[in-house]
């Protein structure tokens, strides 16, 4: 039972930390922000984080697990889904997961870049592990045609500087976004610029 309080109250704190580095930003927020949020002693806070910067760490790693596990290898053996309805799935479950969670989004893209060399580093190590997996992915897709050919390194900073924006976009944007309009915008595009051409 005590484990499972003390799991709660970190929960409270970083949830109230996410709140207002998006309210406020991060460096205007302060450890007082945040346990007055949260209604709890400052004493409290430090059994949990040693200052603000390891609450944005715990935010920003957790975040990068959540992505991880929603971006699945395109298993090329499963008859019952072809590449493309896999790479769907996977489109659909990143843009679910950012929809879900657009205060992430927000301070991954807003807070975090430029903010110390160690969460740069986290970052830069984050982004070049999704590069390989989506360079892997597309030189596998040029071997069986369904990629067409080109360079993959432009490929992959395109798609990939161009899902930041559309997902920034989407969480910043009064406009209202679903996981399922913005997969099917990302996967025409794909179609058109991506793909092969024998594989619409």
Same mark, same amino acid.
């Given at each position: 039972?005590?484990?499972? #309080?003390?799991?709660?109250?970190?929960?409270?704190? /970083?949830?109230?930390?996410?709140?207002?580095?998006?309210?406020?930003?991060?460096?205007?927020? #302060?450890?007082? $922000?945040?346990?007055?949020?949260?209604?709890? @002693?400052?004493?409290? !806070?430090?059994?949990?984080?040693?200052?603000?910067?390891?609450? /944005?760490?715990?935010?920003?790693?957790? !975040?990068?697990?959540?992505?991880?596990?929603?971006?699945?290898?395109? $298993?090329?053996?499963?008859?019952?889904?072809?590449?493309?309805?896999?790479?769907? @799935?996977?489109?659909?479950?990143?843009?679910? *997961?950012?929809? @879900?969670?657009?205060?992430?989004?927000?301070?991954?893209?807003?807070?975090?870049?430029?903010?110390?060399?160690?969460?740069?580093?986290? /970052?830069?190590?984050?982004?070049? @592990?999704?590069?390989? !997996?989506?360079?892997?992915?597309?030189?596998?897709?040029?071997?069986?045609?369904?990629?067409? $050919?080109?360079?993959?390194?432009?490929?992959?900073?395109?798609? /990939?500087?161009?899902?930041?924006?559309?997902?920034?976009?989407?969480?910043?944007?009064?406009?209202?976004? #679903?996981?399922?309009?913005? #997969?099917?915008?990302?996967?025409?595009?794909?179609?058109?610029?991506? *793909?092969?051409?024998?594989?619409?």
């Amino acid at each position: 039972m005590a484990r499972q #309080t003390r799991e709660v109250r970190q929960a409270q704190i /970083l949830e109230a930390a996410r709140d207002l580095f998006v309210e406020r930003g991060y460096n205007a927020t #302060t450890v007082d $922000d945040i346990v007055g949020r949260v209604e709890v @002693a400052r004493g409290t !806070f430090y059994l949990y984080f040693p200052d603000k910067r390891a609450v /944005l760490a715990a935010l920003v790693d957790g !975040f990068f697990e959540r992505v991880t596990a929603a971006i699945h290898s395109i $298993d090329l053996a499963d008859a019952t889904r072809p590449p493309v309805a896999q790479l769907r @799935a996977n489109l659909h479950r990143l843009c679910e *997961l950012s929809l @879900a969670e657009p205060a992430m989004v927000k301070i991954l893209l807003y807070d975090v870049p430029g903010l110390d060399s160690e969460l740069d580093a986290k /970052l830069r190590d984050f982004y070049a @592990a999704l590069r390989r !997996f989506l360079e892997e992915s597309l030189s596998e897709g040029q071997r069986i045609g369904l990629v067409r $050919d080109g360079d993959r390194a432009i490929m992959v900073a395109l798609g /990939l500087g161009g899902l930041k924006e559309i997902l920034l976009t989407a969480v910043t944007s009064s406009e209202p976004a #679903t996981a399922e309009r913005l #997969t099917d915008e990302i996967m025409r595009f794909f179609e058109s610029g991506l *793909l092969a051409r024998q594989n619409h």
